[in-house]
T-cell receptor, first 113, second 112 residues
């Protein structure tokens, strides 16, 4: 089954404690991205990756890092989480930026206290 | 003016009603238009995908794009309680590495 998986699905952490949210896709997609979704603000892109070892900033990259060492995986790293990063996070993948449509993962609800 | 505008609702309709959801946009370079459905606590799932202007029908769902007016619509016929969700429009340009731009979503409730 074609899918995008994210782990963990729910996470409560404290300010400053580094965390990683994993994302994996089994569709051999080149393009992967991370979004955060907040009430009243909609979906905003954090980072995206065109292919292995190629990443770039989206609209709201501050406080986040990503890596793309393998085609299927695109982890999101919060080196020092802060309460304003409390949000619902989605990973998405597609064949390319201009081909196909993004498939979304199930989401990770992060709370930073 | 925001790049994509979408009325957040909430929109509440009786079962069986025809629902019309809309987005307006300002960027004339947008050529690919999508509608996603998002149930509570779930990721967005693709409903409809259209290129340029025109209509596309899939079962009870019809997507319309009017590029001259920079206006897209999603119609849901014979709405069901299971259609209750947030509907997000999304669009992108036809070239370059421009990302997908989302509307903020319209929350729909279909009442049995």
């Amino acid at each position: 089954e074609a899918q995008v998986t994210q782990n963990p699905r729910y996470l409560i952490t404290v300010t400053g404690k580094k965390l990683t949210v994993t994302c994996s896709q089994n569709m051999n997609h080149e393009y992967m991205s991370w979004y955060r979704q907040d009430p009243g603000l909609g979906l905003r892109q954090i980072y995206y990756s065109m292919n292995v070892e190629v990443t770039d900033k989206g609209d709201v990259p501050e406080g986040y890092k990503v890596s793309r060492k393998e085609k299927r995986n695109f982890p999101l790293i919060l080196e020092s989480p802060s309460p304003n990063q409390t949000s619902l996070y989605f990973c998405a993948s597609s064949l390319s930026p201009l081909q196909g449509v993004p498939y979304f993962g199930p989401g990770t609800r992060l709370t930073v206290t | 003016q925001k790049e994509v505008e979408q009325d957040p609702g909430p929109l509440s309709v009786p079962e069986g009603a025809i629902v019309s959801l809309n987005c307006t946009y300002s960027n004339s370079a947008f050529q690919y238009f999508m509608w996603y459905r998002q149930y509570s606590r779930k990721g967005p799932e693709l409903l409809m995908y259209t290129y340029s202007s025109g209509n596309k029908e899939d079962g009870r769902f019809t997507a319309q794009v009017d590029k001259s007016s920079k206006y897209i619509s999603l119609f849901i016929r014979d709405s069901q309680p299971s259609d209750s969700a947030t509907y997000l429009c999304a669009m992108r340009a036809g070239s370059g590495n421009t990302p997908l731009v989302f509307g903020k979503g319209t929350r729909l409730s279909v009442i049995a």
